[in-house]
């Protein structure tokens, strides 16, 4: 996969086939796109995914919340997995103001695209006036062809963004893994914490995540943890720590099974398998203890049935 970093400095030379959006999260409804616009490889077109380094919600909307995924992270997802070209840019004034038919225009003139396919609500150029319709009018007038795809829907919904932001802040991790189509993650590198687990005899790793990353509900999660090209099982506590503390700093403490090894400094994989219960603030640490010790034995059953 080439990965490029500009929109309008870009000129591809091969015939393109052509999908545009943010990709948050990269959910089963945007591999539906992926996967459409590679399989026209077999008409000798090249897969041309185009994404923005910031989403248009905090352009539009002013709207800073976090995402799903993280812009590495979905350099990460995609890179492996038959794309020909990942374009990357910034969702900046001069994208938003530029008119829908010539954003057309020009991914035909500069990308040579000859296919493009997209959502049923799939919006584009000043103040989103572009959508499938105009798409329909626009591949005859520019000579390419479009196909819109339509919605995957889960529990009457349709599958979104927006949708899995609000399943994974009330901790309803299966939903969302179901409507991503793989296991939410967060990646991180391991920090030096209070080693309070350590002392306890249930030693921990802690990570930070990503400003931009949006983490699930305050709570205990069973968790797997991929480091080494190896996986392990875990119990994970995603808030603030309010028994041990009181800086109110959002972490990620993970428990891992059967593992003493050092990993200071280096990068884990956490990933969310199920939710245990809600964080709590306990009495003392020897409850806290007893609780950490009674997630770890779900935990274990869990991963044994």
């Known amino acids: 996969m080439e990965y ?45 995914m185009i994404t923005f380094t910031n989403s248009p919600r905090q352009v539009i909307n002013d709207d800073h919340s976090p995402s799903l995924i993280t812009n590495k992270e979905r350099v990460y997802m995609l890179e492996n997995g038959g794309l020909d070209y990942l ?7 001069r994208l938003m103001n ?18 493009m396919v997209s959502g049923a609500d799939f919006t584009f150029g000043k103040k989103g006036v572009g ?57 991180g590198e391991v ?27 305050f709570g205990v999660y069973v ?11 875990g119990v994970t506590n995603v808030g603030t720590k309010p028994s041990v503390s009181d800086k109110n700093i959002v972490g990620i403490e993970t428990h891992i099974l059967d593992y003493n090894g050092d990993l200071y400094g280096r990068y884990v994989k956490v990933t969310f398998e199920a939710f245990l219960r809600p964080e709590m603030k306990f009495k003392s640490v020897e409850e806290l203890k007893q609780q950490m010790a009674k997630d770890k034995a779900i935990a274990k059953d869990y991963f044994n049935s």
């Open 4 to 48: 490029l970093h500009s929109l309008f400095d870009t000129k591809l030379t091969k015939e393109t086939a052509i999908t545009v959006g943010k990709f948050d999260g990269v959910h089963r409804g945007h591999h539906l796109l992926a996967t459409d616009i590679i399989s026209k490889k077999s008409e000798g077109l090249a897969s041309c």
């Open 87 to 93: 374009i990357e840019c910034p969702f900046d004034e």
């Open 98 to 115: 530029t008119e829908a038919t010539d954003f057309i225009k020009f991914l035909c003139d500069n990308l040579n695209m000859k296919y």
């Open 131 to 187: 959508n499938t319709t105009l798409l329909k009018q626009l591949s005859k007038e520019f000579g390419f062809e479009y196909k819109e795809i339509a919605k995957i829907q889960i529990n009457d919904r349709d599958i979104s963004s927006t949708y899995i932001r609000e399943e994974l802040k009330e901790g309803h991790i299966d939903t969302v893994n179901e409507m991503l189509g793989y296991n939410y993650f967060v990646w």
């Open 191 to 217: 920090i030096h914490g209070a080693h309070l687990g350590t002392k306890i005899g249930i030693p921990t790793i802690n990570i930070t995540p990503s400003a931009s990353k949006l983490v699930p509900k």
């Open 223 to 233: 968790t797997t943890i991929d480091f080494d090209g190896r996986i392990y099982h």
